[in-house]
Antibody
Framework: EVQLVESGGGLVQPGGSLRLSCAASGFTFSSYTMSWVRQAPGKGLEWVSDINSSGSKTYYADSVKGRFTISRDNSWNTLYLQMNSLRAEDTALYYC???????????WGQGTLVTVSS | DIQMTQSPSSLSASVGDRVTITCRASQGVRRYLAWYQQKPGKVPSLLIYAASTLQSGVPSRFSGSGSGTDFTLTISSLQPEDVATYFCQNYNGAPLTFGGGTKVEL
């Protein structure tokens, strides 16, 4: 059974940093593109970032480019999102998602909540 | 960036009704279109990918169609457990984009 377990969320002041983690199990992690998708309270889904299976290619939404960095450790089956220069508008539930053969998402974690507030 | 516009933003229907949700892309996305269901308080789940391919385990009352810029998600006979918000997603290259969602109520 595929499991994705996010951690690392919390309350942070504007301008601060957080590092999210996503522990994956139940599939060959190193074979799949992985992603972060966020959902602000009461709002829709927003794609944040993708990383290919080897970690050699990364993609970002314009809203986070230059502030967020996605990475992965295929030895530890873990996905990361380093978030710097956080803003109030980054407040959201951050989901880790596994891509299928292309970038549709066939499995999602439960999410970790990031709140940016003073 | 490709914008995804869903309509309607919400709808109310009765059990057994046929429900249709549309998703329009601002540029052609070929058939690189997925649909997700998000029940209240729950994680999104994949319904359809490649515009019309049903994800394993999804009931056959769900179907998808379209290509290019215009896509449709159809629920052939609405069930109480289908109360949810439905999102389309374009994956025709980064940045990936989601529609704003369609809330389906009974």
């Amino acid at each position: 059974e595929v499991q994705l377990v996010e951690s690392g969320g919390g309350l942070v002041q504007p301008g601060g940093s957080l590092r999210l983690s996503c522990a994956a199990s139940g599939f060959t992690f190193s074979s799949y593109t992985m992603s972060w998708v966020r959902q602000a309270p009461g709002k829709g889904l927003e794609w944040v970032s993708d990383i290919n299976s080897s970690g050699s290619k990364t993609y970002y939404a314009d809203s986070v480019k230059g502030r967020f960095t996605i990475s992965r450790d295929n030895s530890w089956n873990t996905l990361y999102l380093q978030m710097n220069s956080l803003r109030a508008e980054d407040t959201a539930l951050y989901y880790c998602a596994k891509a299928g053969d292309m970038s549709w998402y066939d499995h999602w974690g439960q999410g970790t909540l990031v709140t940016v507030s003073s | 960036d490709i914008q995804m516009t869903q309509s309607p933003s919400s709808l109310s229907a009765s059990v057994g009704d046929r429900v249709t949700i549309t998703c329009r892309a601002s540029q052609g996305v070929r058939r690189y279109l997925a649909w997700y269901q998000q029940k209240p308080g729950k994680v999104p789940s994949l319904l359809i990918y490649a515009a019309s391919t049903l994800q394993s385990g999804v009931p056959s009352r769900f179907s998808g169609s379209g290509s290019g810029t215009d896509f449709t998600l159809t629920i052939s006979s609405l069930q109480p457990e289908d109360v949810a918000t439905y999102f389309c997603q374009n994956y025709n290259g980064a940045p990936l984009t989601f529609g704003g969602g369609t809330k389906v109520e009974l």
